[in-house]
């Protein structure tokens, strides 16, 4: 990803453009997904947030944590689904004033859970997933493509975009 937050927005924003993804599925990319979430606005890409800490607690200045937590609601305000990884998390995002139908507790492991479908109505080709959120070892994406691998024979196509940066190793 670009350096700069707006830069990095419109990198994200043009990969969903060029790969027209079915699912978005989001990790800890809140600075970047300003521009992505203006298009999500739309409602033609079903978008999957995962949430598994409340960083707004970690911010020690009231007033930067309240203004950070008004944009995490306004980004989860496009989500179809967000999935929590304890009910902890849960009750925090229900804090920020997103509807609880809309959250489900996705414990740590590999248990089968509902997902957004895509309408793919007029769509012809492979099933497209794009995954944005910083590329390490916490976020899984190893895990996430071979879990793809476990698609024997699916037609479907996956991109991984973000920072190689923030978790160098």
Known sequence: LPDRRLSASGY??????????????????????????????SGKMPVL??????????????????????????????????????????????????????????YPGFDRNDVPLPDRTGRDGPVRLLCAGSVSPTKAQYDLVKACALLDGKDFTLKLAGSLTSDPE
């Open 12 to 41: 994200i924003l043009g990969k969903i453009r060029s790969t027209r993804p079915d699912l978005l599925i989001v990790g800890k990319s809140y600075p970047y997904m300003l521009l992505p979430r203006i298009l999500a606005m």
């Open 49 to 106: 947030y995962l949430m598994h800490h409340l960083e707004w607690c970690d911010i020690g200045n009231r007033i930067k944590s309240l203004l950070y937590r008004k944009y995490v609601k306004w980004l989860l305000g496009a989500a179809d689904l967000i999935w929590a990884n304890s009910e902890s998390t849960r009750s925090g995002v229900i804090g920020l004033g997103i509807e609880p139908e809309r959250i489900r507790i996705v």
